[in-house]
């Protein structure tokens, strides 16, 4: 099972909106609405976002929303803050009855 | 509080045997599925196992298949991993996670702290 592909880098200033792709085929995010995304501080274990697509756990501010449109799920941070700065990574169910992340995104607030 | 701690990290040589465990609490463990997760030094986060909440499904990664097993004693609110034929490229954190909701797949919450595996001769 390949790993989602997501960019490597991606960058905004504070206050503004970036979107974080993920790609993977029909067998996993196309297939099933088991995505959900996660975001890691250096050294941190990392935190579930968003679950079932675009479902966000208590406690997760509403500045982060997620979608998928047909094989790419996407998740999307509102209003930028200097706290955002992590890697992110996806992560979707397949059709082998397994789990596969992404290849993670390095979020920057300039 | 919701709480997952692993242990039983350390420095193994390629070839040898480890055996982590998670310790849960705050939670009724016997009613959720847990996963392992790693984490190779700089690089991303990659799944390995799953196990239901009573034991009676299991998942492997391909790249631990056959090395690796999972288990769980729910009367001691207790992960573990054992793992076998350890190599080089097995070194990574790992990290318990346990399902957030009730089925498979929903995403992961709350993860360990992680614990380090270091193979190498």
């Known amino acids: 099972q390949s790993a989602l592909t997501q960019p490597a880098s991606v960058s905004g200033s504070p206050g503004q909106s970036i979107t974080i792709s993920c790609t993977g085929t029909?067998?996993?995010?196309?297939?099933?609405?088991?995505v959900s995304w996660y975001q890691q501080h250096p050294g941190k274990a990392p935190k579930l976002m968003i679950y079932d697509v675009s479902n966000r756990p208590s406690g997760v501010s509403n500045r982060f929303s997620g979608s998928k449109s047909g094989n790419t799920a996407s998740l999307t941070i509102s209003g930028l803050q200097a706290e955002d700065e992590a890697d992110y990574y996806c992560s979707s169910y397949t059709s082998s009855s397994t789990l596969v992340f992404g290849t993670g995104t390095k979020v920057t607030v300039l | 509080e919701v709480q997952l701690v692993e242990s039983g990290g350390g420095l193994v040589q390629p070839g040898g045997s480890l055996r982590l465990s998670c310790a849960a609490s705050?939670?009724?463990?016997?009613?959720?599925?847990m996963n392992w997760v790693r984490q190779a030094p700089g690089k991303g986060l990659e799944w390995v196992s799953y196990?239901?909440?009573?034991?009676?499904?299991?998942y492997y990664a391909d790249s631990v298949k056959g090395r690796f097993t999972i288990s769980r004693d729910n009367a001691k609110n207790s992960l573990y991993l054992q793992m076998n034929s350890l190599r080089a490229e097995d070194t990574a954190v790992y990290y318990c996670?346990?399902?957030?909701?009730?089925?498979?797949?929903?995403?992961?919450?709350?993860w360990g702290q992680g614990t380090l595996v270091t193979v190498s001769s």
């Open positions: 196990i239901s909440s009573s034991s009676s499904t299991i």
């Open positions: 996670a346990r399902d957030f909701t009730y089925y498979y797949g929903s995403g992961f919450d709350p």
């Open positions: 029909s067998s996993d995010v196309g297939g099933y609405n088991y």
């Open positions: 705050g939670f009724t463990f016997s009613s959720y599925s």
